[in-house]
């Protein structure tokens, strides 16, 4: 029977994930002391960079460890590695059967205070990671739709309400002072709509890249900060690449541009500019 203390099971991990933010990870291996499924941060430091979960006895010759819900994670990727208890013995864990199927079109109620998501996924290299998100408040991008040089957009806005005079602010990634203003409109449960023509967004425009970042005000331009809009609630965990949307000509704009949105490797939406036939990405 192949035994954690002899170092050869293989570090190979089945996840469950539940809709309400906890994972579940089972692997094949015999109960030893300080055997550990370990989650870090990457990029991050300090205690708040790691967690550690015990594996414990899940039927013969099977070991699971648990992230519950009410754990809070750092928004972030977190490789997930396992350990006899000591660092030396530290191994890259691989992805096996991955149970998504309940964070599937998740919708939790309009008044949650805090979205917290987390995605096990395959990495580029093939190992395990789970990708976190912790928004507070959060506005999830719906349907997009296309015309007369313009999108619209539905969402869904947590834990905020829309006040009058709510907004969609486009801010320029490269000078965060040049802003696009929309008005919202809000159609209850906090859900909401917006479109956003492309003309205003090549304003002085050379031939440039223009990358435009997509915010809710919910109170308005001069309440608080903003809220990102993004895509978190599904079982994507990179939607830049996978979701495609039409490239538009800008209509009106000084020099050829055309326009489309995309969502960034955090999968936040925003929009991009670019002279008329150069390859998109």
């Known amino acids: 029977m192949t035994s954690t ?11 469950i994930a539940d809709s309400a ?18 989650l870090r941060r990457r990029g991050g430091k300090g205690a708040a960079a790691e967690m550690r979960l015990p594996l414990t006895p899940s039927g013969e010759g099977r070991l699971r460890a648990v992230l519950p819900s009410t754990v ?5 990727r977190w490789d997930a590695l396992t350990t006899l208890g000591d660092a030396t013995a530290e191994q890259r864990v691989e992805p096996g059967i991955r149970d998504l199927r309940s964070l599937v079109d998740r919708d939790p109620e309009a008044d949650r205070a805090q979205v917290a998501v987390r995605i096990p996924y ?4 093939g190992r395990l990671a789970v990708r976190c998100w912790l928004r507070s408040p959060h506005a999830e991008s719906g349907a997009l739709a296309f015309g007369q040089g313009a999108m619209t ?11 009058a005079g709510a907004v969609v602010e ?40 223009r990358l435009w970042d997509l915010w809710l005000c919910p109170t308005g331009p001069h309440g608080a900060a903003g809220v990102r809009i993004g895509r978190i609630l599904d079982d994507i965990w990179e939607k830049k690449g996978v979701f495609r949307y039409p490239v538009l000509p800008v209509e009106d704009a000084a020099r050829p541009t055309t326009a489309y949105p995309y969502f960034t490797v955090d999968n936040d939406l925003s929009v991009r ?5 150069q390859p998109t990405t």
């Open 5 to 15: 203390s002899t170092r050869t099971w293989p570090p190979r991990a089945d996840c």
């Open 21 to 38: 933010g906890g994972v579940t990870f089972d692997m094949a291996g015999e109960p030893s002391p300080g055997a550990a499924l370990v």
């Open 72 to 76: 809070e994670l750092a928004e972030g």
């Open 122 to 125: 395959p990495t580029a290299d």
């Open 153 to 163: 957009a539905e969402g869904r806005l947590y834990g905020v309400e829309l006040a």
């Open 170 to 209: 486009a801010r320029l990634r490269a000078n965060k002072d040049l802003v696009h203003r929309v008005p919202v409109t809000g159609t209850g449960g906090g859900a909401f709509t917006f479109t956003l023509p492309y003309g205003p967004l090549a304003d002085g425009r050379g031939d440039e890249q």
């Open 273 to 277: 500019l670019d002279t008329a036939g």
